[in-house]
């Protein structure tokens, strides 16, 4: 999967986080949010390292793992929380945030799938159903192969898009006695 859909993730969740703020005021938090979803790619660099693809800190391992998601998810609210939001709330969207990234690399059609239960098993998964194109890695994205992959997520992922974007309610106007 290219990047746009966890990027759409990320711009979404910023609206869960601060729902009554105008998106200009809330996008700090969107950019930390897509960063956030995008982490678990950070394991890319196992290619630099000699790792291979299917060992467990290869590239969608450990690091696309729910363990993962939920140590990263304690790590963030620790550091930081959205106004009026708990810790409690803050570390179940960072880590549900880093969770969508395993989930969704395993709706895709290529790879050797998510190895989402580590440390408990190493076996790689997917989806039954998998309608997303794997992206081409580095600069395979530009190319013919990386604009289909990026317009079908962004087809997949509109509604993420516009939720993220939508202007937030305002409060009705006092009606005078």
Known sequence: MASLGHILVGLAAARVAEPAAPLRARLYTAIGLATLSLLPDLDVIAFRLGIPYEAPLGHRGASHSLVAAVVIGIVVAAMWRPPGRSRLRTTLLCTAVVASHGLLDMCTDGGEGVALLWPFSDARMFFGWQPLPV??????????????VLTTELLWFAPLLLFGLWPPRTPAPARAP
């Open 135 to 148: 992206a081409p890695i580095g600069r395979g994205m530009l190319s013919a192969r990386g604009l289909h």
